[in-house]
Every structure is written in C-alpha cells, then in structure tokens.
C-alpha cells in the first residue's frame, strides 16, 4: 500500500505564523520605501512644472522679467511676490491662484527632526498646482546678487497637514539666471549641513531638493 504524504494541522500553523512574521518584518519597510519614492516622483515633477514656466516666462516676459520686479520691490514685499507668482501662474497649465481660505489654514513647516521654524505666511502669494501640490513664492532680496537667492519657492506637498522640510516641504529658488533647488554645494543651506537626520537646528531639511533633484532617493532620512 503506497504511503500518503501530508502536513499535520500544527505544520501548517507554523508556515503560517512564520509567513505572518516576516510579512510583518517587510511590510512596513516595502511601505515606506514606496512612500519616498512617491514623493521623489511629486518633488522633480513640481521642479519640472516650475522650471518649464520659468523658461517660458524668460522667452514671452524677457530674461529680465523677474529681476525688474524686483527692481520695484522690497524684501517681502506682497505685491513684488504677487507679480512674480503671477507670471508663472500665466506660464502652467492646471494651476491656479491659491485662495485666501486655504492659504490661511497652512501652518509653518517643522525641521526636518521636528523642530520649529521661523517660516510665516505674511508676504507670500500661493498657486496650487493640478495634482495639489502648493508653492508659496516669497521676494528674499530684491537687491540680490548674481547667486543669491532672489525668490523662493517654498512647495508643500500635502499643504492640508503638518508639513515638514525634507519630508513634504521643499525648497526651491531663483537667481539671476536660474531656478534650483535649495541645497546645492556653493549655497548656505548646503544639504551636507542642511539634509541631515538627527540634526536639530531650524534650517534642518532646507537642502534636501537638492539632494532629490540630484539623487533621486531619500536616503537621508535613513
């Protein structure tokens, strides 16, 4: 008589719970490494739209556009930030004007470790993007120089919770001749300072664009 082969009841309860404990194991890491990927995928489409626009605005408006707005503003002047916001808002398709109600339920973004930050909304203009996506555009030095940081971009992600830099808040801005992320090697928010887990300073998280943009992962925040 041929013998049969089977698993008993406790056999199959075992396989089971082992599978239960490493599908416990992974999930989560399988979850959160989709999520980054995610917002790496929303933070170079949002620099793509921004940097598109930008190019247009230097074709239609001139090159000089931007700078004589600021010839005729101040540092954080609302109207200067309006006009500025306008010409990209002119410049993208599916954006529009962030209305007054929802710019005033946006609350500052935290460090990239949860630390508070000197941001406010006073003196910014917001446009949402077509997927959600909010920019905060903000007149930094209407006397700058070649490198420095004219306008900034502030791009919320999620802008109907708390946001944090480097997480679901970046940074973005303009000079003389171009639009970039925040972060870069030359910039006083270098992401080698400025992108670091665990470290508890209020401008944590301003570079990490930078090192999105450039990387194209999140590893920082491993």
């Known amino acids: ?28 890491t399988l979850m959160a490494s989709w999520r980054e990927q995610a917002t790496v995928t929303r933070v170079k489409k949002a620099y793509s739209t921004l940097s598109q626009a930008y190019e247009l605005i230097m074709v239609k408006s001139g090159e000089d556009a931007i700078m004589n707005i600021l010839k005729n503003s101040s540092n954080a002047d609302p109207v200067g930030s309006k006009q500025v ?16 109600a929802a710019a005033a339920l946006l609350t500052g973004p935290l460090s990239l470790d949860g630390d508070p930050t000197h941001f406010y909304y006073d003196g910014r203009t917001g446009i949402s993007l077509a997927d959600g996506t909010v920019v905060l555009f903000y007149i930094n030095a209407a006397n700058c120089t070649p490198k420095q940081a004219c306008v900034s971009m502030q791009v919320f992600l999620e802008p109907q919770k708390q946001q944090h830099y480097g997480i679901d808040a970046f940074v973005f801005y303009i000079n003389h001749t171009s639009l970039l992320p925040l972060g870069g090697e030359e910039e006083i928010h270098h992401y080698a300072q400025s992108c670091v887990k665990g470290v508890h300073t209020e401008h944590n998280g301003y570079g990490c664009a930078y090192w999105i943009i450039t990387q194209g992962n999140m590893d920082y925040l491993h």
């Open 85 to 100: 916001a306008d010409l990209f808002l002119a410049n993208m398709r599916g954006a529009e004007t962030l209305p007054a």
């Open 1 to 28: 008589m041929q013998k049969k082969w089977g698993f008993t009841l406790a056999e199959v309860l075992i396989v089971l719970a082992v599978i239960g404990i490493i599908a416990a194991l992974t999930i989560p």
